[in-house]
C-alpha cells in the first residue's frame, strides 16, 4: 500500500496535475467569456427591441 500512496507525491504526478488544471482553468475561463458575450449580445438586442426567435437565441448560447 505505500507504493500507491508514494507514487501520488512523485514529482511527475504532481506535475501532471497541476498542468491539468493550468489547462482546465484557461478552458474554463474561455468558456466563461464565451457565455458572458452571448449574454451581453442577447440583452443589447433585447434592450433595442430586437426580438431573437428561441432558434436564434440558442445559436448565439451555443
Known sequence: M????N??????AEQVREEG???GLEEGR???RAE????MIL?????RGV???EDVR?????
Open 2 to 5: 505505500t507504493a500507491i500512496q
Open 7 to 12: 507514487f501520488w507525491r512523485h514529482p511527475l
Open 21 to 23: 488544471r493550468e489547462r
Open 30 to 32: 474561455e468558456q466563461g
Open 36 to 39: 458572458a458575450k452571448a449574454e
Open 43 to 47: 440583452r443589447v438586442l433585447q434592450w
Open 51 to 53: 426580438p431573437v426567435p
Open 58 to 62: 440558442e445559436r448565439v448560447e451555443g
